[in-house]
Structures are given as C-alpha cells and as structure tokens.
C-alpha cells in the first residue's frame, strides 16, 4: 500500500532518465551518470524513500561546488589476493561503490571471499543496492560505510559514531534475495528528522538529548543531541566494527574527521569510508544446493506459527521486493518530501520534467 | 568489583588444570584437552560465567553420551585461495573452533582476508575468543554460529532462529582488543533462565510468551516463548546473515536441524555450524599506521562527554579486560552456580580438587 503522502507516481524509467541527465548535466560521464541513477532509482522503487532519489539535489550541489568531482575515477591504489583498497577520488559515492563492490565481487570469484575498502568516498546512499549487485550474480555481498558521529554510545552525551549502516543480500534460489539494509542506530536520522519537520513527538528509544538521556523530542535534531545505538552496547558496537573496516582499515577519514555531506558549504571532499565484504557461494556449494537450502530456510519461516495479531512473518527483504515489483508494474509512489527535493535538483539543473511539474 | 553471589575464588591455573584434566580424564588428547580448558577458563576470567567452565558438565556428558567424540579430529574437507569448510568430526566445538579460526587466520595472511565454514562441530562456547585468538596476532577475528532456534522474530508465535552469537576483536595498539561478543537476542538466554530460577521477573523487552506477545514471566523459558531479537527487525536480521554463513554455507545443521547440546540425551552429535572470517591489517596498512588510527579512536571515545550519571565511557572488551586483569590477579570470582556446575563435572571424574570441596 503506498504511503498516505504520495504526492507524484512515475515510472522507473522516467524517474532513472530524469536522475541519469541530472547526473549527467552536472559533468558526470554517461556510464557514471547512469550508474548513479540506478542506484537511486532502485531504492525508491524498494519504497526506501529516505535514501533515494531524495538525496539527489544535495548530490548535485557538492557536484556544482567542487566537492564532489564529476570526473573523478575510482581505482585500486593496493591490492593482494582477496582483498583491493579502493581510493574514490572524489567522485560520486555511488559510483565509487559501484566499482568498490564490482572489485570485491572479482577477488571472491578468484578466492571465494573479497574485502574491499574504500576511501575518498562520499554518502553512498543505501548500502543495500550494493550487496544486491552482489547477490544478481549468486554472490553473497556484505556493504557498510562510516559517516559523520549522530548515534550516541551507552553512557555519552553526544554523538560518538555515524549511523553506520550494514547491509547484506544472499541469494535465496527461486525466491528474491535475502535483502537487510539497517543503520546501526534505533533507527535512520532521516526518520528523526521528518517528525521534527511534522511537529512530532518520537518514542523515548530513538533520541537522547542534550543531556545524553533519553528524549522524545526531535526538534533540536541534528544540532542537539544523538540518535540512540540499537540494542544500545550491540548497535554502538557493531558500528565500531563497521568504523574499523570502513573507516579505519581503508585509510579513509572516521568519526569527527569525516565530512558532512548534508550540512557543509559542498566544497570539500567528505572522505567518507566504506567496505564491501563479498563471498563466493559457488566456491563452497553446488548453486543448486545452496539455493535449495536458501528455499527451505525461507519455507521454514513462512509456515512457522504467528503471534497473534500478526498476519505474515517475514525474511528480511521481502517487504522491499513486494514493493519493488509494484513499483515496476504501476510506478513508483514518491512522497511529498521526496518530489520536494526533485524540484530541488530539477532547479539545479533547470530541466525539470513533465511529469514533475 | 565480583558479583554479589561469589562463592569460590579461583586462581586462572587451577580452573585451567581441573578443566584440561576432566577434558583428558573424558578421552581428549592433551593438546585438545589444553585447547578447550583455555577456551573456558579464559571466558570466565573475562567474567563472562554464562559461557566458561559452567558449560563443562554438559561437555563431558556429551563425551561420555558420544554425542561428542573424544577423539574426533576436525578436518579441512574443501578449500580454495581465501577459504575453507573445516569438517568437526564432533570432537569438542571448543577444540573444532580454535582450529577452524586457525585456519582463517592462515588464509587472511596469505590472501588478506579469509573464510572458514564449519561443520559437524557443537557448542562453541564464547565466540569472543576465538576472535580474540585473530586478534592476539595482529588479526581482526570476526566469529559466529548457529544454534537450535530460541529467538523469535517480529511477528512469530515461538523461536525462528538460535541466538546466533556474533563477535569480533580488533588489535588497537596500546590499548587491549576492542573486543564485542553479542548474541542477535535481546539478552543471552542463560540471563532468562537464571531469572527463572531465582523465581524473579524480566524486562518486557527480553521474551516473548506462548501468544508471540512480550511477557515479564520466565517461568516457561525455555520450554514455552522465546527471546525477544536485539532491536527487532534488526537483531533477526543479522541472526539469518548469522545462521546462512554459519549454517547453510558450511553444510552444517540449520535452525531445527540443529541438535539440542544442553537438553538432549546426548549420544547424538548436533551437527552445529560455525564461521569465521579474519582480516590481515597488516595487509592493508602498515601495523603502526592501523594501531595509531585505533589508538585515536579509542582516546576520542574515552575523552567524549559523558551523560548526566554516567562514570565512563568505554569501548567494547573494556570492561572484559578489566575483569580479566584482577582475575590474573586475585583470581576469577566463580558465581554460585558455576561452581554447582563444577561439583557436577567433578561428580563425573570423580576428582574434585581441593578448591572445589
């Protein structure tokens, strides 16, 4: 059911072409311009709004400024068996992930496993779309990436790491990928953020204040406050991991040291770490095995007993994949905030599509 | 400062010596016997009692059933440039499980990064060692593992998946190991049952009853419920990426399948699945580089400003490395019922030693 604030419906075609020649205005070439619209596009039409097409006139702005480098090439600057680190340039974070995991996806086919770190990278949107590149081609792909401090630790006042979002997708036989994509924090500061621009108030397990308690009140965010770590010790934890292999093992900027992507003047280079961990089913099992056993695991818990009151129990993805299949069918339903910040870039580039007006 | 309910203090080399001797006395080679007394004695000088020699009787009832083989020999049955599947051959998890990470940590160092799947292993004990055992030689260990499913997901009536344990260990320079070991439940469900068994009630937060609806009473754990996943969607998010490198990748038991090591009669083998997967940092930057990069994310985290109340803000193993220093000291603080454990695995060697008596 699309959500009650759709405000436009547009083909993934159209919504993918308007992304691409944005891209594309802005300098890029026009294979990164149209990598960088599928990324996009993709997760709009998975109905995870907040880290589409809607971050695309903030893209376009560090384009315009210098902080993004429209022509910037990703590359290997060292590299051994299994693994590459990866120096972005400056370009565009997706386009440098995109590479990223396209190089770890050929070090597990070499080794069976392939770590890739990244630096010089910038905000890749949802780390989902790069485990999925993995999985489209019966690989396991793991993605995570560092960001500038908004989650708060047990027991801190402020923010002491990024969101740190980790996500993996396994390929699961006749059914689609076993997609998760979490940030590392009770919940994503895009969602904090939208009740602060409605007025609302938020449950006391997503925010602390000022004083490092728990709030329920988002007006001071971001500026005030931090998000609280899921699980609290097992979210701050994991996204120190996550810190490590993006951040610290890459060579990249962590913590207090990474850009702010959204917030700055868009002049400087963020460098922002990431990491792409990708492993090789084939090497270990027969594809029909390891699909075969994907299926039952997935059968499993489709047939298993439900609380009551719950009307299906799912694997993580599916939700994303019911709603990516509907969006192919019947257009992809933005929301207000997201056509809003498509007027954005279509100002920026002063070509704004019909089906935008 | 020891829990309140100590009962026996213990110097590290008499609990290693009386658990090396019952693994011996059980049919384990010496170096087997060594292996596993390490892993447990080790485990509770870090204070974590819920997975050291408590875990013992169980062991050598299971040795003594044949469900675990004394003198099984867990081998490499596949492998390729970054990675292996290791065969346990249902000797001791323990013993499966340092050799298992052994060989990760030897492909990491040849390829950067490398794999290991395992199966036909058992319990495991605390993941954290063996990621601990990556990282005492300059390596990020990263461990888990699968087990007989315990832990609902959003929306079950009862368990879906085990608590599939997930950790890791990063050497940081002058610091000790940031070191996280952290099951995908709410809480470990050894935490539920000792609730029971004192007769109190839990956090609304921790299980879930016979409804799938979250209940303060333990009382039927773990034969009716189940944990509650870390964070919801989240935590059973993660225990499937847990329980797909762990389970279905190493052609190891899944979910059900898993045999029942701590209620069962023993004689079977559970067939229990493990991963690991190791980095060589050394690899990627040189050692001085990367543990500089640790040390100041470690002093940026020490010195951030605490919330009103809080004492410390410390990084994940902090507080197990503290523990683990008085306990070399003054020696580990055995909880009562670890040390009731440790009279039933002396009832079954039939030699207490002097401490115990």
């Known amino acids: 059911m699309p959500p009650p604030n759709v405000s436009k419906t547009v083909t993934f075609a159209a919504l993918h072409a308007f992304t691409k020649d944005a891209f594309y205005a802005a300098g890029l070439s026009d294979a990164d311009a149209s990598a960088g619209a599928d990324v996009l596009a993709t997760t709009d039409a998975w109905g995870v709004f907040t880290h589409g097409t809607k971050a695309l006139a903030g893209y376009l702005r560090r384009l315009h400024a210098g902080g993004l480098h429209p022509r910037g090439v ?5 590299e051994g068996g299994a693994w590459a680190t990866v ?14 995991v396209q190089t770890a996806m050929a070090k597990a086919k070499q080794q069976g496993i392939g770590y890739v770190g990244v630096r010089n990278s910038c905000h890749f949107g949802a780390a989902g779309y790069y485990s999925w590149l993995a999985a489209r081609e019966g690989l396991i792909g793991i ?7 908004s989650v708060g630790a047990p027991g801190s006042r402020g923010p002491i790491t990024g969101s740190n979002p980790i996500s993996y997708a396994v390929p699961a036989g006749r059914y689609p990928p076993m997609l998760l994509d979490m940030s590392t924090a009770t919940v994503a500061g895009g969602k904090v953020y939208a009740a602060r621009m409605r007025g609302e108030s938020i449950p006391d397990t997503w925010l602390m204040g000022a004083d490092g308690k728990p709030t329920t009140d988002p007006s001071g965010y971001p500026q005030i406050g931090a998000l609280q770590p ?7 934890g994991l996204s120190l991991l996550i810190e490590t292999l993006s951040g610290i093992l890459s060579g990249a900027a962590f913590t207090w040291r990474v850009g702010n992507w959204m917030w700055d003047d868009g002049k400087q280079s963020t460098n922002h770490g990431a990491a792409f961990i990708v492993i090789d089913t084939n090497a270990m099992l027969p594809a029909a095995q390891f699909a075969g056993r994907m299926e039952a695991l997935i059968e499993e818990i489709h047939q298993a007993p439900l609380a009551d009151g719950a009307a299906q129990l799912r694997v993580p993805g599916e939700i994303e994949w019911e709603r990516y299949d509907r969006s192919m069918t019947h257009g992809i339903p933005l929301p207000e905030d997201v056509v809003a910040n498509l007027r954005k870039a279509a100002e920026i580039t002063g070509r704004p599509p019909n089906w935008l007006k």
């Open 230 to 236: 899921a699980a609290g010790h097992k979210g701050y």
């Open 74 to 78: 990703p590359r290997v600057v060292a």
């Open 143 to 149: 993605s995570m990436a560092n960001d500038i401090p």
């Open 87 to 100: 120096d972005g340039d400056s370009a565009l974070g997706l386009v440098t992930s995109v590479f990223a």
